[in-house]
């Protein structure tokens, strides 16, 4: 059995089954607890019955500064996937869609009017379990990846800039059908 809570510091200490996964960004202790300190509603873990963590999603809700606001990359206030990741052993289980759903939740209680993520352009299984949960392409995020997980010596790899609109996008104003023809430069993304 499986439960889901809020995220505890001490819980970095457990989160290593989780991060292995080379397609789990892993960063320093200061990065989590800031998202821990600023947005603890975004931040849930995935517990199996022994207390192990065994899946976690850090988000948080921003927009672009202000300066941005006539750039036609302006983000109005939205919520971001910033990490969700699944032990190898819990997958296929739900975990990701429950947390997933958990940080929605989130956003639409933050009033956002979407919630977007990143995914690496050749992370197919990622990309099918997000379309699956209504997230489309907004646009290509040309080499937002610093390594190429697949070619260690080719440029950066691309991104997907995926979202899902909530409730307040009734015009559905920060969505498009036609993302993966939108490129932009990883400077253009807030």
């Known amino acids: ?15 290593s089954k989780c991060n292995l996964d080379p397609l789990t960004e892993t960063y ?14 975004l931040f849930q873990v995935a517990e199996d019955s022994r207390g192990n ?10 927009s672009s500064p202000d300066y941005f606001q006539y750039s ?5 206030w939205h919520a971001h996937i910033t990490a969700l990741t699944v032990a190898p052993e819990a997958r296929r ?7 997933t759903e958990q940080l929605e939740a989130g956003a639409e209680a933050a009033n956002a009017y979407f919630v977007d993520l990143f995914v690496r ?21 040309k080499d937002y990846y610093g390594d190429n997980i697949n070619d260690p010596t080719a440029h ?8 899902k609109p909530t409730k307040r996008d009734k015009a559905l104003k920060h969505i498009r059908d036609d993302g993966r023809k939108h490129e932009v430069q990883p400077e253009d993304v807030f």
């Open 1 to 15: 059995m499986t439960s889901f809570r809020a995220f505890r510091p001490d819980d970095l200490n457990h989160f």
């Open 28 to 41: 320093d202790l200061s990065f989590y607890l800031q998202y821990f300190a600023k947005w603890p509603t």
């Open 53 to 62: 963590i065994v899946g976690y999603i850090m988000g948080k809700t921003e």
């Open 72 to 76: 036609e990359h302006y983000l109005p």
């Open 93 to 99: 289980l739900g975990i990701g869609k429950m947390l």
């Open 121 to 141: 352009k050749s992370n197919e299984k990622a990309i099918k379990f997000y379309e699956g949960m209504g997230y489309s392409v907004y646009r290509v995020v």
């Open 156 to 163: 950066g790899e691309d991104a997907y800039d995926m979202r």
